[in-house]
């Protein structure tokens, strides 16, 4: 069964059927074709100005730059934080109403990607980034000028909308730049710099707020956002390919079979029926175009010209949760995305009313579970690179896409330890370094899981990164949003203690998703395709 997706062509069809534009196209003699069918990896399709082809200063440069952008998304959810009071206090609002401001955030934060990863699909990646930046920095601008709670709730919102883009778009723009070999590294790379923003987060608007007041939060983040938005303007390249995206050929392929079906129904019209009956043969219908298979020249790539209305985001999204792969693997990085959010969500809580932490000692103490997230997001990268290639080899050199959640296996024993270790050092409030330490372990454990999750996502869905990307973005957005409005409640009620111990529970739960998609992922994985590929029929 096919383990990507691709397309088929007979020895002739290789040399009649242009498959990328022809001042690039790859002439073929007719002496060097076999007679065997050629299979062409939408992956490796060849394109104009190949990105993978591109040298490794200008990867990096476009690395660093979307790195830098995703920092805004762990920044924006986190630096509010040490200036609520402030806000309540001047705003004459409500600490209910300052949680539906950062809960809304969160969850439009999650959700929104799946609107932006459908048009970069279509459009590219350059304008999407772009536009977000643009929204994000304007909300971050009226933030800073509010004078009443709705509006701060509002441009929350459009800050949240945003800062989501380069959060799905951005590992799509990584699996366009590397080969599926290089991508955990480089996953664990871009991913560590918002994970950075639950704890410098707090240290900076702790510092900001107590110095200069709540609004100077927002105005650094109009600053960041002006200089996110320079960089995408005049130094990154857009890295999209049209060849390469299944969403945009599935798009193309409708548009021109309705051309198609169009012209030959206008042809029909100026066509007597008794000429129809002499040339019978010769006559095109439209059920002759619905049976003829679907080649897509470049030149019709270039004629055909695709516009926002083409963008549908809903079926591309349905298509990758109805992947039972898919859809076990979302629900354990929607599990570890939200215990992140809830254990420094509840920590600086927890070190405010028991420890008496100011803000500022507060965000130096999360700054462990940060380091510990950035140590375990790069060191779990390279391992799962490490894993793939060394499965690879022993098979024979062919690979497949879970392989890569082998490297989990290694931090699953001690995750959950972990975390019950956190839960009983602040539920009996030791010394302080013991939670530090706690916090350390838990992020390196977890996102060094994460992150292998987050490559296997993209490795599995060929074609449609960006979309499976926003998908996991929807459900890590979603599975956060719940864990933010129950965690102060059960806090409250059961402590730190019981607390996460249920969340060590959950965490074993997701460890044996993750193993149950391990060993009968691909099994699912290629049934799914193949059903995909008889629908399509």
């Known amino acids: 069964m096919a383990e990507t997706q691709s397309t088929t062509l007979s020895p ?140 701060v709730i509002g441009m929350r919102i459009l800050q949240g909308a945003g800062s989501s883009a380069v959060i799905a778009i951005g590992a799509a723009t990584l699996a366009d730049i590397y080969e599926p070999h290089q991508r955990g590294t480089m996953m664990g790379v871009f991913y560590s710099a918002p994970l950075l923003g639950p704890s410098l987060g707090p240290i900076i608007g702790g510092a900001l707020t107590q110095g200069l007041g709540w609004r100077a939060v927002f105005w650094f983040l109009v600053i960041w956002g002006g200089i996110i938005f320079s960089a995408f303007l005049f130094l990154f390249k857009d890295t999209f390919r049209k060849e390469r995206s299944v969403t945009y050929q599935n798009v193309l392929k409708r548009r021109l079979r309705e051309q198609q079906l169009s012209e030959a129904m206008d042809e029909s019209r100026k066509i007597s029926e008794k000429e129809s009956q002499v040339n019978g043969e010769n006559q095109t219908s439209s059920k002759d175009i619905e049976a003829h298979p679907t080649v897509i020249p470049a030149s019709a790539i270039r004629e055909v010209k695709l516009s926002i209305s083409d963008v549908n985001p809903f079926p591309p999204y349905l298509s990758i949760i109805s992947r039972k792969n898919n859809f076990a693997i979302l629900i354990a990085s929607g599990l570890i995305f939200a215990f992140s959010f809830s254990i420094a969500y509840t920590c600086a809580r927890t070190l405010s009313m028991y420890y008496n932490y100011d803000a500022l000692k507060t965000g130096l103490v999360l700054l462990a579970y940060g380091v510990g997230c950035v140590a375990g997001s790069i060191l779990g990268g390279r391992w799962s690179d490490r894993t793939l290639a060394r499965l690879k080899a022993a098979n024979g050199g062919i690979s497949f896409p879970e392989m890569r959640l082998e490297s989990t296996k290694v931090a699953m024993v001690w995750l959950p330890l972990s975390v019950i270790g956190y839960a009983w050092v602040c539920q009996e409030r030791v010394n302080v370094a013991a939670v530090c330490v706690m916090l350390f372990l838990a992020g390196f454990l977890s996102i060094w899981i994460y992150t292998s999750t987050l490559a296997y996502i993209v490795d599995a869905n060929t074609g449609r990164s960006s979309t499976a990307v926003a998908t996991n973005s929807s459900f890590r957005g979603l599975f956060a949003f719940v864990a933010a409005e129950i965690a102060v409640p059960l806090q409250d009620s059961i402590g730190d203690g019981g607390l996460y111990t249920l969340w060590a529970g959950l965490m074993v739960v997701t460890e044996c998703i993750i193993l149950l998609v391990l060993y009968k992922g691909r099994k699912w994985r290629e049934a799914s395709a193949e059903r995909e590929k008889q629908n399509a029929k």
């Not at 990096?60 to 200036?83: E, H, K, R, T, V």
Request: net charge negative; charged share 15%; glycine share 4%.
């Open 12 to 151: 002739t069809d290789v040399q009649s059927v242009e498959i990328q534009d022809t001042d690039t196209q790859t002439h073929i003699s007719s002496s060097n074709v076999s007679n065997d069918p050629i299979k062409l990896d939408i992956e490796h399709a060849v394109v104009e100005d190949d990105p993978r082809m591109w040298p490794n200063a200008k990867k990096n440069a476009i690395l660093i730059i979307i790195s830098g952008a995703s920092m805004i998304a762990g920044l924006c959810a986190n630096i509010q934080n040490p200036a609520n009071a402030q806000i309540e206090q001047q705003l004459r609002t409500s600490s209910g109403d300052i949680s539906l401001s950062l809960s809304l955030f969160i969850l439009i934060q999650g959700n929104f990607p799946v609107i932006w990863s459908a048009i970069s699909e279509i459009k590219g990646r350059k304008l999407v980034y772009l536009f977000s930046v643009a929204l994000f920095t304007l909300g971050s601008a009226i933030v800073a000028v509010s004078k009443t709670i709705g509006l």
